[in-house]
């Protein structure tokens, strides 16, 4: 049985006073039976310390929302798994579709991370989906199919289970145009299909596949209550609690 898995990204939103804010009004809007949803937030890197210790002894988890794929080193500017480790960090995204727009991020490059993350003994979320042009043209399997056999090249079937992908179409990433629940659901068949012709069929049972694309309260349940989707990745929603928090509650309905 695959756990509902909702993480919010915070991207470049949120500086130490406002993560103390968020988080605070997040723990009070959690009151709720999370009937055994895992929650993740990944603020930005200056506020994981303070997050860290904010969300000791509650149900939140932390993750960051990018590292670098060496421990040390002269990398100006780039954040290491250890250092996410130190601070508290138990998942890492990775390749999310801005990482790979603006900061031109390949598949090949995001395995090498996927691969480091693995080493350092964090979870990665692993971030894929086409762009609108790529779905006008039909080319959304092909692609899809490309960007996780390359993200996830020379990974073993036991640490591919402990990964959570998260499919996010490009088109639909802070457009407030969210994926219909059954194109989420097609392509999340698919990378499962996939999966299983890569590994296992039970390896693929096993991973968590979230959706990410403009994931609010108001169309949570349908898109989380697909059969193969497992999760959420929230960016814009996640940045009010009562929001996240009614995304949340959709998953432990
Ligand atoms: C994201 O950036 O991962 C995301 C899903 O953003 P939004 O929810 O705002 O579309």
Redesign the pocket.
């Known amino acids: 049985m695959r756990t509902k898995t909702i993480a919010g990204?915070w991207?470049m939103n949120k500086d130490f006073l406002q993560t103390e804010e968020l988080i605070d009004e997040l723990k009070k809007a959690l009151s709720f039976d999370l009937k055994g949803v895992k929650v993740i937030i990944c603020p930005p890197f200056t506020s994981l310390e303070l997050a860290h210790r904010l969300i000791h002894g509650s149900a939140i988890e932390l993750g960051a929302q990018n590292m670098h794929h060496e421990d040390e080193g002269a990398f100006t500017g780039e954040v290491s798994p250890t250092m996410l480790k130190a601070v508290g960090c138990k998942y890492v995204i990775l390749g999310?579709s801005e990482r790979r727009q603006y900061f031109h991020e390949s598949d090949a490059f995001i395995n090498k991370k996927v691969k480091k993350a693995i080493a350092a003994g964090l979870t990665s979320i692993v971030c894929f989906g086409e762009t609108l042009d790529q779905r006008e043209k039909n080319i959304t399997a092909q692609v899809v199919t490309a960007q996780v056999r390359g993200v996830l090249e020379d990974i073993a079937a036991e640490n591919v289970e402990r990964l959570i992908l998260a499919y996010?179409p490009v088109w639909?990433?802070?457009t407030g145009r969210n994926a219909t629940p059954q194109q989420a659901e097609e392509v999340h068949v698919l990378v499962r299909k996939l999966l299983g012709e890569m590994y296992t069929a039970s390896t693929a049972e096993r991973v968590i596949i979230q959706y990410?694309?403009?994931?609010k309260p108001e169309n949570a349940a349908e898109l989380l209550w697909q059969p193969n989707v497992d999760g959420a990745?929230?960016?814009?929603?996640c940045l009010k609690a009562d929001s996240f928090a009614g995304i949340i509650k959709a998953a432990a309905r």
Request: aromatic share 0%; proline share 0%; no cysteine.
């Open positions: 990204n991207k999310h996010e639909a990433i802070g990410g694309g403009s994931v990745l929230v960016g814009g929603a």
